[in-house]
């Protein structure tokens, strides 16, 4: 076999591709993964405005950064460019897609989903991802020391207002096996990870989705890839697909770009459009790149692949994604009113959730989860010193009193209370939070090519999803007067426009062509060898948090191709 010859060739390296990746790779499959993005090894996220600036997706303006923006007519999404994926930026939520959610319902009537798999089918292969990515429950009550405010208050408001509370398993590192959560504490790793560097216990410092500098996150690259590339899978970080095909002996050639060389922040000397295209090929071609990145890598070739779905670009939904903001929460104590500490950038972003039922599960319309969010402490000090009406004339009257002492024969020289004041009572950050939400919107968003060969996306919250949406704020509303808090839109919410970061669908499965472009286990109609595994191959919304869902029926797909594998090329 040759260098660039490989049994399975992996584009993108998330929550399908890595586990894909791993689990080829552990049978004896020779593995080739292709990232566009930097690998991201502990300590390398950026933090400071300089380095910010720089740190997003557009290689043909010199940015190779961690975060790509979509922006449409009606939403924005925003997802990953790295080694891992989207776990590199996501809130680390562990949550299973609900039983009674695996929908089947009439596409020829009016039904926008239908799932070929249900929860039976997925049960061992959750079981396995959550093993692998080191699943972990928030241990706020255990912590001595916690400042447990935003948990704490969002159990208070599921109480009040009867909907499930819960805590959801994460994919962080509170504690080594047997020990109590102690934080900043040296990972024990049975395998050395493939970044070489040493990891630390959760630090609680709110910084989950601008990316972990502590190893604290399970994310893919620890696990998964790291596990596959100890299984002798090839993992090339920097290198960009542009177009893949059929070959005519079987299998597929993959043409990509080497962006090794770039340096961040500097416009490359020759237009991208012009760069040196290699090749390599494959038995099997996995598409993994998301669900903007996998369709628009289909709808970009399907010249190649005349055969495909109709279906191809359709079931688009952003999974229920809306944010908005509690505002100086209020709690009473012996009949005195306070601001009540939520403390939000304690702990990981996400530690707990409210949960509303699905109507086939006994609720009263389409499910949802509200979770608690949290922020780095640094947007703390900007919220507070950015509060002009309350900290400016506390810096006025400071330097005020500085004087006055000066012309003091005997001046006080201890000025602690008085720089104190200056902070004020910092009850806008303080007891302030955002909440997050995503759920069963409706699938019904259809992705395209323009004439200028960018991905564009028909999908709106004001028409499908119309109803959702509004009983989703209305909850938060809810939330707000439970916790005696002002409700806060998030603004683009006025605009008719959302912003997602769980794109879902362009891919679906379906049970046959005329449905889906992928059967139920992820191989692309009349294409052997052909898979896709990530978010875009969701008929519909998972509901939760998807990542572990992805996770799951990408192993789900790779059991299916290692029973298979001694029968390609086809």
Request: hydrophobic fraction near 40%; include cysteine; proline fraction near 6%.
């Amino acid at each position: 076999m040759s260098d660039t010859h490989f049994d399975a060739v992996v584009i993108g390296s998330g929550f399908g591709g890595s586990v894909m990746a791993y689990r080829l790779a552990e049978a004896g499959l020779r593995v080739c993964v292709l990232e566009r993005g930097k690998a991201y090894p502990p300590g390398s996220f950026v933090r400071s405005p300089y380095q910010m600036k720089s740190n997003f997706w557009d290689p043909s303006e010199g940015l190779h950064g961690l975060f790509n923006v979509w922006s449409f007519r009606k939403f924005a999404g925003v997802v990953s460019s790295g080694l891992g994926g989207g776990s590199l930026i996501y809130a680390n939520v562990l949550l299973r897609k609900t039983p009674e959610t695996f929908v089947r319902e009439d596409l020829e009537n009016g039904g926008h989903e239908y799932w070929p798999v249900d929860y039976d089918d997925l049960v061992p292969h959750y079981e396995r991802a959550e093993e692998m990515l080191g699943a972990q429950r928030y241990p706020f009550e255990q912590l001595p020391y916690s400042r447990s405010g935003k948990t704490a208050a969002m159990k208070v408001a599921a109480a009040k207002l009867g909907h499930e509370w819960l805590l959801p398993n994460l994919a962080v590192t509170f504690a080594n096996q047997g020990e109590d959560a102690v934080p900043g504490v040296p990972i024990i790793e049975e395998h050395r990870n493939l970044h070489g560097r040493a990891r630390y216990t959760c630090r609680l410092c709110g910084e989950c989705d601008i990316g972990c500098n502590y190893g604290a996150k399970n994310t893919l690259d620890y696990n998964y890839l790291s596990a596959a590339q100890r299984f002798g899978a090839e993992i090339k970080p920097r290198h960009e697909v542009r177009n893949f095909a059929p070959r005519a002996e079987g299998g597929f050639t993959i043409g990509y770009v080497d962006h090794s060389d770039a340096v961040d922040g500097m416009k490359p000397t020759i237009p991208t459009s012009q760069m040196t295209v290699r090749e390599l090929s494959a038995d099997r071609l996995i598409l993994s790149a998301g669900a903007f990145g996998s369709t628009y890598l289909l709808l970009k070739n399907r010249d190649n692949f005349p055969k495909l779905s109709p279906k191809l670009g359709t079931r688009f939904g952003g999974n229920g994604d809306l944010l908005t903001f509690l505002i100086k929460c209020i709690e009473s104590e012996a009949g005195v009113r306070k601001p009540r500490v939520l403390d939000p950038s304690f702990g990981p972003v996400i530690t707990s959730a409210i949960h509303v039922k699905d109507a086939a599960a006994g609720g009263s319309g389409r499910e949802y989860f509200i979770e608690d969010a949290g922020y780095p402490e640094f947007l703390n000090w900007i919220i507070e010193t950015g509060n002009q009406f309350g900290f400016l004339p506390r810096i006025i009257r400071l330097a005020r009193q500085v004087v006055a002492t000066w012309r003091q024969r005997d001046p006080d020289s201890d000025l602690g209370a008085e720089l104190a004041a200056v902070l004020g009572m910092c009850d806008l950050s303080s007891s302030s939070m955002p909440l997050l939400a995503m759920g069963r919107d409706i699938p019904d968003g259809e992705m395209t090519m323009s004439s200028l060969g960018r991905l564009q996306v028909d999908w709106s919250k004001e028409e499908g999803s119309g109803a959702f949406f509004g009983e989703v704020r209305n909850t938060a509303k809810q939330i707000a007067t439970a916790l005696d808090a002002d409700f806060v839109d998030n603004p683009l919410w006025w605009s008719k426009r959302v912003v997602t970061v769980h794109p879902l669908g362009g891919c679906p499965m379906g049970r046959n062509e005329a449905e889906g472009v992928v059967d139920s286990y992820g191989n692309v109609f009349n294409y052997p060898g052909l898979m896709v595994a990530d978010g875009s191959v969701m008929p519909g919304p998972v509901g939760p948090n998807p990542s572990l869902t992805i996770a799951a029926l990408a192993d789900r797909f790779a059991d299916r191709a290692i029973e298979s594998k001694h029968s390609l090329p086809l």
